[in-house]
Structure formats: structure tokens, C-alpha cells
T-cell receptor
Framework: RKEVEQDPGPFNVPEGATVAFNCTYS??????FFWYRQDCRKEPKLLMS???SGNEDGRFTAQLNRASQYISLLIRDSKLSDSATYLC???????????FGTGTKLQVIP | SAVISQKPSRDICQRGTSLTIQCQVD?????MFWYRQQPGQSLTLIAT?????????ESGFVIDKFPISRPNLTFSTLTVSNMSPEDSSIYLC???????????FGSGTQLSVL
């Protein structure tokens, strides 16, 4: 089993739709969780951290389920500018152990 | 966060040559890393660039192939030596701050080896 698994997509959704991605991780000792956004041929950029209590930033909501070892990202009212690849990032402990998922590609269609 | 300048942004190189990538940060950082992202794949950590000492390499990466310098807390270089087409990839420098373990990335170097 991969350390971090994501559905590669692509998820093709119309503008205004709500879309959700899940990411599963294998190391139950993982401590920190993040979602990054990566545009084509660009560097990954931190979108948000993921906390056990769940957290929201505008149209984006992230959730962590430690029991089932997955994190999720919900995007409401999708915009064309949301089109990108979303990387799930898991850190058991220490920067050197940070593990990136292969990403889920989102395409928002007019 | 920080402003991380990486150059070159892209290069096309001949087999057998070497390329040095530079990473400059606008503030002092303790943790600096070099990653590789091959086409269609996720990021893989090459090494941790340690200030004033030899870099710490991950499994599958060696100093002879990827020598790294870190002369101070704001600058690092990664050299891709004796390149082959398999080295074609995006190379990214990254910095981490404090204990929250968030990583921030330079704009990347798109390397193509012919």
C-alpha cells in the first residue's frame, strides 16, 4: 500500500459545483497534514493545513479522520481558477519524512 | 513564509554535462531541501541541505550525482552531474519554518536532458 494515496482524476466539474477529494495515508503515527495546490509546470503552494477538528478557509474545507486514516478537501462554488492539481501531504514526524501524494487533478469547466 | 528565488527556471542540456541550480531565500532558514518531481509523479526528497556540513541524502540519491552546497542560511545549490535523459525532471528547492512543518517551494527548474 502506498504511503499516501489519491485518486488522480481528472475531476471535471462545472463552475459553481461542489467537489470533494479524499486522500488516504498508511502511517497511523502521522502528525501533520496539508493540502497543496500545484498549477501546471509550477511549484506546489500551500493551500491549507488540516486539523482534527476540521478547518475552513473561504470556499475550502479540510477534514481529518484519524480513525479511518484519510483527509479530505471540499471546494464549494468552484471557480475556473480552481483548476489545478491538489496534493495531499502527510508528515509522520520531521520534515524529512514528509510524503506527497501524486495529486488529484481538478478541471473546472465553464 | 519567505520569498524563494530559484534559477535557472528551465534548461535543456546535453547528456554527460552538469547543471547547477541555485536557490536564494530572502530570510535565514534552518531547514532547506531539494526535491525532484518527475513527469506525472509526485515530489521525491533528494536531500536536506545542511548549513556548514555535508548534505543528508535520501535513499537512492548520492553525493557524486547530486552534490549540494549550503554556505549560509539563505543560499543553496544543487548540481545534477553527468546528466542522462532519466534526469529530466522538475527540481525544486524548499524551505521549512519552525515546528509547524509547512514547506514552501521555489519556482522550480524544468530540466530536459537530450
Amino acid at each position: 500500500r502506498k504511503e499516501v494515496e489519491q485518486d488522480p482524476g481528472p475531476f471535471n466539474v462545472p463552475e459553481g459545483a461542489t467537489v470533494a477529494f479524499n486522500c488516504t495515508y498508511s502511517n497511523s503515527a502521522s502528525q501533520s497534514f496539508f493540502w497543496y495546490r500545484q498549477d501546471c509546470r509550477k511549484e506546489p503552494k500551500l493551500l491549507m493545513s488540516v486539523y482534527s477538528s476540521g478547518n475552513e478557509d473561504g470556499r475550502f474545507t479540510a477534514q481529518l479522520n484519524r480513525a479511518s486514516q484519510y483527509i479530505s478537501l471540499l471546494i464549494r462554488d468552484s471557480k475556473l481558477s480552481d483548476s489545478a492539481t491538489y496534493l495531499c501531504v502527510v508528515n509522520p514526524r520531521g520534515y524529512q519524512k514528509v510524503t506527497f501524494g501524486t495529486g488529484t487533478k481538478l478541471q473546472v469547466i465553464p | 513564509s519567505a520569498v524563494i528565488s530559484q534559477k535557472p527556471s528551465r534548461d535543456i542540456c546535453q547528456r554527460g554535462t552538469s547543471l547547477t541550480i541555485q536557490c536564494q531565500v530572502d530570510s535565514q532558514v534552518t531547514m532547506m531541501f531539494w526535491y525532484r518531481q518527475q513527469p506525472g509523479q509526485s515530489l521525491t526528497l533528494i536531500a536536506t541541505a545542511n548549513q556548514g556540513s555535508e548534505a543528508t541524502y535520501e535513499s537512492g540519491f548520492v553525493i557524486d550525482k547530486f552534490p549540494i552546497s549550503r554556505p549560509n542560511l539563505t543560499f543553496s545549490t544543487l548540481t545534477v552531474s553527468n546528466m542522462s535523459p532519466e534526469d529530466s525532471s522538475i527540481y525544486l528547492c524548499s524551505v521549512g519554518f519552525g515546528s509547524n512543518e509547512k514547506l514552501f517551494f521555489g519556482s522550480g527548474t524544468q530540466l530536459s536532458v537530450l
